[in-house]
């Protein structure tokens, strides 16, 4: 789920709160620090490479919760979730793409069951370098990034910081620029009220879906309650930053990375009609979904998988 900031924002004040993440198995070992800087000189994988299932990686500036599915000699499928979300937002989807991919799913700093620091940037290029360094802690050399919502402003980030890392981009509801953002009644978020109620959530999340009668997951929910006032404010400024800055389909333009774009034709957040500013980018495959909202990955899994797997198999 996505907010508003002028774009994706909520109204905001007062001191975040802290979370302490939830221990998960794993390596707890600190990397040297990764030099991001799109060379192909890459640091050695660690004893993270290798393995599957779900883990906490410890990066220098935050744990990073990552869960990986599907044989470990495929090509690589890495999974960037949205705002307000969690990698359990790609759930539904993981078991139609593992079996032809090896699926890695990252939740972004101040997210799902990643740590949610108060004294650490959440600027786009650095959740997007963080990224780069999960996926060096893997063992991956190259990945397809699929990106839904603000998480593909992160995978174009991932992709401008590390191009040869990113094979291919595949944005689902992304919007192009804040020129596109369909305006939204603010979220009143309370700092001295938080987390909110589930109600407050499945408001704040109703323009997220277009399908009639869909129910929102209560493990999506629960999810955002997870989240700070801190993280929750601060990513989707962040988000509306990067935006500001330069428009997605100018910064991909110059990048040449084969890219596909997806937009649920019944968009409550974006103009589903924006989707065309991505053809300026030479190459790019542009679908609307007929039907869907801006969550595809949750109204209709089946149909949004088939299409990113064409696409992945298609560029081999």
Aim: with cysteine.
């Amino acid at each position: 789920m996505t907010v508003s900031d002028s774009g994706p924002r909520a109204q905001s004040a007062g001191p975040a709160q802290r979370y302490t993440p939830s221990q998960d198995t794993g390596s707890s070992e600190r990397p040297a620090p990764s030099q991001d800087t799109g060379s192909s000189e890459r640091p050695a994988p660690s004893q993270d490479a290798g393995a599957t299932g779900s883990r906490t990686l410890s990066l220098d500036d935050g744990e990073l919760h990552v869960c990986q599915d599907g044989p470990r000699d495929a090509p690589a499928l890495l999974l960037v979730h949205g705002s307000a979300s969690s990698l359990r937002s790609w759930d539904a989807m993981v078991p139609l793409l593992a079996e032809r991919h090896h699926v890695i799913r990252i939740d972004l700093l101040g997210h799902g069951r990643s740590g949610k620091p108060d004294d650490r940037s959440y600027a786009t290029p650095d959740q997007a370098r963080r990224v780069g360094e999960a996926l060096d802690r893997l063992g991956m050399e190259h990945a397809v990034v699929a990106g839904h919502s603000s998480g593909g402003v992160v995978a174009t980030a991932l992709a401008e910081l590390r191009p040869g890392l990113v094979d291919a981009l595949a944005l689902i509801n992304t919007g192009p620029s804040l020129e596109a953002y369909i305006p939204q009644e603010p979220l009143p978020l309370d700092p001295a009220r938080w987390p909110p109620e589930d109600e407050q959530i499945l408001r704040f999340g109703r323009t997220a879906f277009s399908r009639p009668g869909f129910e929102v997951p209560q493990e999506l929910v629960d999810e955002v309650r997870l989240m700070t006032f801190h993280t929750l404010t601060t990513t989707m400024r962040e988000t509306t930053e990067y935006l500001r800055q330069r428009a997605l389909p100018e910064r991909l333009a110059s990048l040449g990375e084969p890219l596909l774009v997806l937009f649920g034709a019944d968009d409550g957040r974006w103009r589903s009609s924006s989707a065309a500013d991505y053809r300026k980018v030479p190459g790019a495959t542009v679908e609307l979904l007929p039907g869907l909202g801006h969550t595809p990955i949750l109204e209709d899994p089946q149909r949004t998988a088939a299409l990113l797997l064409d696409f992945t198999t298609r560029r081999r």
